[in-house]
């Protein structure tokens, strides 16, 4: 079978150059586009249901010519495409920045490591869970006692990172 498909690419080689070359507009890289159809159509398996090969080989040829045709215009469109890409900035934080944002949530942690628990667990659940007034139940307390004991976590000299001032 592999004979069989070579033998009909070599007899319609110089039809498919021909073929493609309008479409890619040079026939340099109509030769490139038929290269590139041959490996894909010699790559088919053996027992694929092709029932015309020749027009497959075309279509593969066609397609190929097709691709290559808008990646070049696109290429022609935006010339200098990958030099913007490089100048873009990084999506990611620098090394030295997440060495910094880091340290900087070791020093929150420790904050509020120092803080009385209830204080600390009306805190976080204001700041990061988003309640406007920590649960009742789970604390024990009034909603006014609570609110007191958030508001006042970040004023609390113990709870600052150093360098940092209070309300």
Known sequence: MADDKLQLYLAHRAALVDYARPIVGCRARAEDVVQEAWLRFSGQQDDADIRHPASYLY????????????????????????????????????????VSQQNELDAIGRA????????????????LGGFTCPVRS??????????????????????????????
């Open 138 to 167: 789970l604390q024990g307390s009034g909603c006014a006692m609570t609110t007191g004991w958030y508001r006042c976590a970040p004023s609390c000299p113990r709870s600052r990172p150093p360098g940092a001032k209070g309300n």
């Open 59 to 98: 279509r593969i040829v066609r397609n190929l010519a097709l691709d290559q045709t808008r990646r070049t215009a696109t290429e022609k469109a935006q010339p200098d495409g990958d030099d913007i890409l490089a100048e873009l900035p990084s999506s990611s934080a620098s090394p030295e920045q997440a």
């Open 112 to 127: 509020l490591e120092e803080l009385p628990q209830r204080t600390r667990i009306a805190f976080e659940m204001h700041r």
